[in-house]
């Protein structure tokens, strides 16, 4: 995906449309930057349905989002949005959050001693949650929610897909 010919210039193509004097709007100090610009991990998006949150089964699935880092100076800035059409098939999507990608190098700071390798990240900007997920299942906190002032589990303590599941239900309750 990274080498894609349609990544690459979905990348510049998205540099090139920050108006001049926005680009700390997406982890950008200045323009010269956006020469450095290299890929991280892509991480794949998931969704959380609501509907279904009794169902382990249903209530986590995969998208056809990727978020892949866009990287400068081993820190990353913004994501740039991929959407795959099908297999080895990607459009570029967008770019931006800025603020999620200063929350995962704050994170990645933390875990980088422990190898953990991230697959993909959930994220629900309605009740502020954003979790990473490894490629053994476990989900790591970034933001716990709005109504997790004081939430039973170290946000840099993994859970299980099961605890995952129940914290949600929980949050999504408290929060109706």
Same mark, same amino acid.
Not at 66 to 84: G, S
Not at 151 to 175: H, M, P, S, V
């Given at each position: 995906?990274?080498?894609? %010919?349609?990544?690459?210039? +979905?990348?510049?193509? =998205? $540099? &090139?449309? #920050?108006?001049?004097?926005?680009?700390?709007?997406? +982890?950008?100090?200045?323009?010269?930057?956006?020469?450095?610009?290299?890929?991280?991990?892509?991480?794949? $998006?998931?969704?959380?349905?609501?509907?279904? *949150?009794?169902?382990?089964? /249903?209530? #986590?699935?995969?998208?056809?989002?990727? =978020?892949? %880092?866009?990287?400068?100076?081993?820190?990353?800035? !913004?994501? *740039?949005?991929?959407?795959?059409? &099908?297999?080895?098939?990607?459009?570029?999507?967008?770019? +931006?959050? /800025?603020?999620?990608? @200063?929350?995962? @190098?704050?994170? &990645?700071?933390?875990?980088?001693?422990? +190898?953990?390798? @991230?697959?993909?990240?959930?994220?629900?900007?309605?009740?502020?949650?954003?979790?990473?997920?490894?490629?053994? &299942?476990?989900?790591?906190?970034?933001?716990?929610?709005?109504? !997790?002032?004081? !939430?039973?589990?170290?946000?840099?303590?993994?859970?299980?897909?099961?605890?995952?599941?129940?914290? #949600?239900?929980?949050? =999504?309750? /408290?929060?109706?």
């Amino acid at each position: 995906m990274l080498s894609d %010919p349609v990544v690459q210039s +979905g990348l510049l193509s =998205y $540099l &090139e449309k #920050i108006p001049p004097t926005h680009e700390q709007y997406f +982890g950008f100090s200045e323009r010269i930057e956006f020469q450095k610009t290299t890929f991280g991990r892509p991480l794949q $998006l998931y969704c959380i349905n609501y509907d279904s *949150l009794d169902y382990a089964s /249903n209530a #986590i699935r995969k998208l056809d989002i990727w =978020y892949i %880092p866009v990287v400068v100076d081993d820190c990353n800035r !913004c994501f *740039l949005y991929v959407q795959e059409l &099908e297999s080895s098939l990607f459009r570029v999507v967008g770019i +931006g959050s /800025n603020e999620i990608a @200063n929350d995962i @190098n704050n994170y &990645e700071k933390s875990y980088s001693k422990n +190898g953990l390798i @991230n697959e993909a990240m959930v994220i629900d900007e309605g009740l502020n949650l954003l979790f990473m997920v490894t490629e053994n &299942e476990k989900f790591y906190a970034l933001r716990p929610g709005n109504s !997790c002032s004081s !939430c039973e589990f170290d946000e840099l303590e993994g859970i299980t897909k099961k605890d995952f599941l129940a914290f #949600i239900k929980f949050n =999504y309750q /408290n929060e109706r």
